[in-house]
């Protein structure tokens, strides 16, 4: 069963410092998807950022950059640069494929982050 | 302006109602679901729809029913059979199936 876990409920970051946000997963599929999403105190969710499990190099969107360390099984967020406006829960899911004949992803999502950013 | 649109944006229950969130999507995708988010936890799927007149039952569809008559179109109906109805539900599309998913602004439901 694939699984993802986000150890951290709650952080605060100084504005302008950068911080990382903690996701490790668990699938036995060699092919799979992570992403990252922030949900604002409006409650959509915003797509922030992409890795795929074959990509050698690590996405980048922006402020964002995914750390994504396949051995270790962990794809953490990086923030550059904290602003105000970053204040939000952030998850982490995973995509893997199933046996569906349309081409459906199972998509898991972890519990979140809530992060603050401090003036 | 493309993009996901949901409502109403809270909607009250009475014991024993059903009641329907509307999720709309201008965006052509072909491929559009529904989770329910409840209070620190994440993101669990309740229907998913691959295409028009096609759909799929996700991790928690008992009490809840879907249709997919247009592409545009993917309404959810929260039946009385639906014990705990209070939460928050996001509606979310994809161009196509296993692609990255686009959320809407979300519903919350509350039960008098």
């Known amino acids: 069963a694939q699984k993802i876990t986000q150890t951290q409920p709650g952080m605060f970051v100084q504005e302008k410092e950068a911080v990382t946000l903690d996701c490790t997963y668990d699938?036995?599929?060699?092919?799979?998807?992570l992403f990252w999403y922030k949900q604002p105190s409006s409650g959509e969710m915003i797509f922030l950022i992409y890795?795929?499990?074959?990509?050698?190099q690590n996405a980048t969107e922006g402020r964002y950059s995914l750390n994504f360390q396949k051995a270790r099984k962990s794809a953490n967020l990086v923030i550059s640069a904290s602003q105000l406006g970053d204040s939000a829960i952030y998850f982490c899911?995973?995509?893997?494929?199933?046996?569906?004949?349309?081409?459906?992803?199972?998509?898991?999502f972890g519990t979140g982050t809530k992060l603050q950013v401090i003036p | 302006d493309g993009g996901i649109t949901q409502s109403p944006k809270y909607l009250f229950r009475k014991e024993g109602q059903n009641v329907t969130l509307s999720c709309e999507q201008n965006l052509n995708h072909d491929a559009m679901y529904w989770y329910r988010q409840d209070p620190g936890q994440g993101l669990r799927l309740i229907y998913y729809?691959?295409?028009?007149?096609?759909?799929q039952k996700g991790d928690i569809a008992e009490g809840y029913s879907v249709s997919r008559e247009k592409k545009e179109s993917f309404p959810l109906t929260v039946t009385s059979a639906q014990k705990n109805p209070t939460a928050f539900y996001l509606c979310?599309?994809?161009?196509?199936?296993?692609?990255?998913?686009?959320f809407g602004p979300g519903t919350r439901l509350l039960v008098l």
């Open positions: 699938t036995s599929d060699q092919s799979y998807g």
């Open positions: 979310a599309s994809s161009p196509i199936p296993g692609e990255t998913q686009y």
């Open positions: 890795q795929g499990s074959y990509d050698e």
């Open positions: 729809s691959q295409i028009v007149n096609d759909f």
């Open positions: 899911a995973m995509r893997v494929p199933t046996l569906n004949s349309g081409g459906y992803q199972k998509v898991t």
